[in-house]
């Protein structure tokens, strides 16, 4: 994560080249101690093979000899820093500087990077700088040294703003000596599944919380974890019903990891399934994330087209099941370096992600991005110190409610490895406040539980904000939605008349959680249903243009059903006299019937009826009870 894969392979080949340039030829020694070469060239042998240890136990012999041996302490230097001892190289390069200052200019280089790597910022600015007024330094290394050195002056001015953040380890029942990390969540904050990472070995866990503790982490059940594969890099959907994840060379995949699904089916996870072309390519696809809507997913790919080495990209579900080519998010959310785990906000408009590419800390940092009213991602911005530091800090979900955040880092304070915390989310960034659609789906005359398909969506703009399945065994869903909108709620199965529902959510609302009940009819002569998502100007039959999300419902529903036929009637409150009422739902039956006559050219199937105000659902006392009545319905008259 700290730095790019290609940056590595580079790093690593220069260095390798720097370490073994005197395997060949050895024009003069900084010593004059033939002992002291001795061991030095003796050296040589070890690191033909690899034998590190060796090579260090004979190169500090050849500094005990002569003191002053440069040429040792600069081999030291760049095999420490090999086998990743920054303390040991850090030691060994500055003795080489303090013995002669311009013998490898690389070296301040070096020392600049492990300094920023413990964030010790104006000891790597120093350091950097001095590297940098070289004339002839090493072009490798420039990008990099100008992108450390950016990140020294955002960390020294972050450090003197810090956000609130006391984040807490979530304990032992979930953090072990192993590494946890890439935690989900549902959006009611309650059921958390993570990978934990044990003998090289990834696998799924999930934790609950009860009564403000997270439970004893459990293998996650059902048909995920396997003993021969890696899973790892999952996100659970906001409603708990779907999880997308990665699985690493599997017989039959597009590359070396692959995005695959899973549903839950009751309590089990049924085994995952590759979710193919065009998302996977025979590239890397990684840290998947599904939106809201149950239809955009986000991930982590390193696939050509993209800005840098690993890049977030998107991918749209439409209604046949495919999915659309991937779309890059752009220069506002990717850099040339590495962009990973998104995770997109039940608000479906804030992104949280990792990057070792924008200016921060030295490493990866959390950052964030909202949409502008255009729907576009704004640029990135750093979470800000504490919350990243010169560790690795990435992986970091958000309540639904927008209240606390977890995260993984390797504190060295923490549990061993990687450990997930949680932290209270300063108002920065929080994300856009929401309430909660909670619902059961059952049939109406046996109360079964059901699964089926549940699609909200904004009446004004008819964007579709949620869709999913409910739980087969507990009928249960649950969504998500933006405050300061109207929806339009749909619940259909196969053999069953569609459910539907409308509701407003003002904004600043009170209520965090709605409840619905979505009872289903089975497809039967004489079943009907309230069109609950029809809407006319006041006093008139002009259909009003929020209508059209129902409409098209029906025209599905017909088409899906091609033996059934209906009628259309139309109702009114007792307001008005009875001549007029009768004359108003009448044409607003008709309206509706044409709509669907256009949509479905078969006459036979359709009827239309107005009914006035003779058949009220509800007193035409109240407002609301006079507002029930009037009404679109819609009922089966046959069945061929």
């Known amino acids: 994560m700290k730095l790019k894969l290609l940056a590595r392979i580079v790093s690593l080949v220069f260095l390798m080249s720097l370490v073994f340039s005197t395997l060949n030829a050895q024009v003069k020694y900084s010593t004059q101690s033939k002992q002291a070469i001795k061991y030095y060239e003796e050296s040589d042998t070890y690191l033909n093979v690899k034998n590190y240890k060796g090579a260090i136990d004979v190169l500090n012999k050849a500094v005990e000899e002569d003191k002053s041996f440069i040429d040792a302490y600069q081999r030291l230097g760049d095999i420490y820093r090999i086998i990743k001892s920054p303390d040991k190289a850090k030691l060994n390069y500055t003795q080489v500087i303090t013995i002669d200052p311009d013998f490898s200019k690389t070296n301040y280089f070096y020392l600049g990077e492990i300094e920023i790597k413990k964030g010790n910022y104006s000891e790597a600015q120093q350091r950097l700088n001095k590297f940098m007024m070289y004339s002839d330094k090493s072009q490798l290394l420039v990008a990099r040294s100008k992108k450390y050195l950016e990140d020294c002056k955002f960390a020294i001015d972050a450090m003197k703003r810090p956000v609130p953040f006391s984040p807490k380890n979530l304990g032992t029942g979930i953090n072990t000596n192993a590494d946890e990390y890439l935690p989900s969540l549902t959006a009611d904050g309650k059921m958390m599944i993570f990978t934990r990472k044990e003998n090289n070995n990834e696998d799924f866990y999930t934790s609950s919380l009860v009564e403000g503790q997270w439970t004893p982490a459990s293998k996650l059940s059902g048909n995920i974890n396997t003993p021969n594969l890696n899973e790892g890099a999952q996100s ?15 017989p039959g995949g597009y590359g070396r990891c692959d995005i695959y699904y899973s549903r839950l089916n009751g309590s089990e996870w049924e085994a995952p399934i590759n979710i193919g072309a065009p998302v996977n390519s025979g590239a890397w696809e990684s840290q998947p994330c599904l939106a809201p809507d149950g239809r955009t997913l986000y991930f982590a790919s390193d696939r050509k087209g993209g800005l840098g080495k690993i890049d977030l990209w998107k991918s749209y579900l439409q209604d046949d099941g495919t999915w659309t080519e991937p779309e890059n998010l752009g220069p506002n959310i990717n850099t040339p370096y590495e962009e990973q785990s998104p995770f997109i906000h039940p608000d479906n408009e804030t992104l949280y992600f990792s990057s070792d590419g924008w200016s921060g800390m030295g490493g990866s940092d959390i950052y964030y991005s909202r949409k502008d009213t255009a729907g576009k991602w704004q640029k990135a911005e750093n979470a800000g110190y504490p919350i990243n530091t010169y560790l690795e800090d990435f992986c970091m979900v958000v309540t639904g409610n927008g209240s606390k955040g977890y995260f993984s880092t390797n504190n060295p304070n923490g549990k061993g490895g990687h450990d997930l915390y949680s932290f209270d989310i300063p108002q920065q960034l929080k994300p856009k406040a929401l309430t909660f659609v909670k619902g059961t789906v059952y049939d109406e005359k046996t109360n079964e539980k059901l699964d089926a398909v549940v699609e909200v969506q904004n009446i004004k703009t008819g964007e579709t904000v949620y869709k999913s399945v409910s739980n087969s065994e507990t009928g249960q869903f649950y969504a998500s939605l933006p405050q300061g909108s109207q929806y339009a709620l749909n619940v259909s199965r196969e053999g069953y008349l569609f459910y539907s529902d409308h509701f407003s959510i003002k904004k600043d609302n009170n209520t965090s959680v709605f409840s619905i009940n ?26 009003s243009p929020e209508s059209m999300v129902e409409l ?10 091609p033996a059934i036929s209906i009628e259309i009637s139309g109702h009114t409150d007792n307001v008005g ?8 739902s009448e044409n607003r039956a008709k309206v509706v019937y044409a709509y669907l006559l256009r949509s479905v050219p078969s006459p036979i199937r359709f009827k239309f009826k107005g009914l006035g105000e003779t058949q009220p659902i509800d007193s035409n006392d109240t407002d609301k009870g006079r507002a029930n009545n009037r009404r679109t319905e819609l009922k089966i008259i046959s069945i061929q």
């Open 577 to 584: 006299d009875d001549h007029s009422n009768q004359l108003l």
């Open 552 to 561: 098209q419902k029906v025209v599905q529903f017909m088409k899906q059903n």
């Open 236 to 250: 659970i959907s906001s409603d708990g019903q779907y999880l997308l994840l990665t699985i690493c060379n599997a």
């Open 518 to 543: 979505a009872p289903l009819k089975e497809i039967a002569v004489g079943e009907k249903i309230i069109l609950k998502n029809i809407f006319f100007e006041t006093n008139s039959y002009k259909l």
